[in-house]
């Protein structure tokens, strides 16, 4: 993992150890399904999904990016979660308070995922890049070829709120 390296552009690193998930997610699972959602639902909401092989439903709170009825999800590679929604798979979101059945894609492609954080930054400057995973300097405006280099470390999975999906 790269959130220690002195790149000026770097997949960030879960903000907390692992095992402290399994008491802070439920935390906010339950203030995402409460009425006090507002103070956090601009920037997490709760993903649900299937797993691939156990047949049981998860659910885990995420940072999102919106773009129109398109959601952006990332996640660095040494997290599992996302690899249940490989080639597009139904879930539900509860999305600022409303829940939501919904298509999701997995993108593992680095070049894509280079292209999004490039897009991402252009609409919204380099200030919150962590939502989308990814640290810069302050100051640095990043390169094609540092996103790509950042990108190896990050999966995005998009979120189809329309039912625009059409499969890869």
Request: hydrophobic share 35%; glycine share 6%; charged share 30%.
């Given at each position: 993992?790269?959130?220690?390296d002195e ?6 690193e879960?903000p ?6 399994r ?5 906010f ?20 999904f299937t797993?691939?092989?156990s ?5 885990t709170?995420?940072?999102y ?11 660095t590679t ?7 929604l ?9 999305l ?8 999701a ?9 280079a292209?999004?954080l ?9 200030e919150?890049?962590g939502v ?8 640095h ?9 950042a990108?190896?470390?990050?999966v ?7 039912g625009?999906?059409r499969g890869?």
């Open positions: 993992m790269t959130g220690t790149r000026p552009v770097s997949a960030v879960p907390l150890p692992e095992t402290a998930y008491f802070v997610n439920p935390l699972e339950a203030l995402l399904r409460s009425p006090l959602h507002f103070l956090v639902s601009d920037r997490l909401l709760l993903i649900a797993g691939r092989r047949g049981r439903e998860f659910t709170p995420v940072a990016d919106r773009k129109d009825e398109t959601l952006a999800i990332t996640s040494d997290s599992d979660w996302w690899r249940n490989r080639g597009g798979q139904p879930v539900t979101v509860h600022q308070g409303k829940r939501q059945r919904a298509i894609e997995l993108t593992e492609d680095t070049e894509a995922i292209q999004y490039r897009r991402y930054i252009e609409r919204n400057g380099t919150n890049t989308v995973g990814v640290r810069i300097e302050d100051g405006t990043p390169t094609l070829d540092e996103l790509r280099q990108a190896e470390d990050i995005v999975v998009r979120v189809y709120l329309d625009s999906w890869s």
